[in-house]
């Protein structure tokens, strides 16, 4: 694939994430991607175009205006990497934990391996550290 098409590739799959416009998940993910998600987060990976979306729709139940804006992106070859803050309003519960009120801004980065036109693979990184320490489940560190 292009470099173009590569960025709009992405540029779709964030755009499924802040819209919850699931009607482009066959077009943005292959029906064997995984999902490798920060180790410690609810779930280790999301398989296929199901485990995709179930993903999506529970962030998307606790943080209904769940909305990433991408700051970077390169692409290399069959790769291509975003960094992106997420933000929104924990409406709802998640995980075991109550819905708090509070608005969260996560730092993310992910990097996308595309095959064939879709994404097949994804590792995203995140800084939950300093969600947790917004939502209150976590003091914040004194500075040294």
Not at 17 to 26: C, F, I, K, L, V
Not at 88 to 117: M, Q
């Amino acid at each position: 694939m292009s470099r173009e098409a590569n960025k709009k590739l992405i540029e779709n799959l964030h755009h499924i994430w802040n819209e919850a416009d699931y009607s482009m998940m066959e077009e943005v993910y292959s029906k064997d991607v995984v999902v490798h998600w920060p180790r410690g987060f609810l779930l280790s990976e999301s398989r296929g175009i199901d485990g995709v979306r179930s993903t999506i729709e529970g962030v998307r139940s606790a943080i209904p205006d769940w909305t990433e804006t991408v700051y970077d992106m390169i692409i290399e070859g069959d790769k291509v990497v975003t960094r992106y803050t997420s933000t929104g309003v924990n409406l709802g519960d998640y995980a075991g934990v109550k819905a708090t009120g509070k608005k969260i801004e996560l730092d993310e980065i992910s990097i996308y391996r595309i095959e064939e036109g879709k994404v097949i693979e994804q590792w995203c990184l995140s800084d939950d550290t300093s969600m947790l320490v917004t939502l209150g489940l976590l003091a914040e560190s004194p500075d040294l």
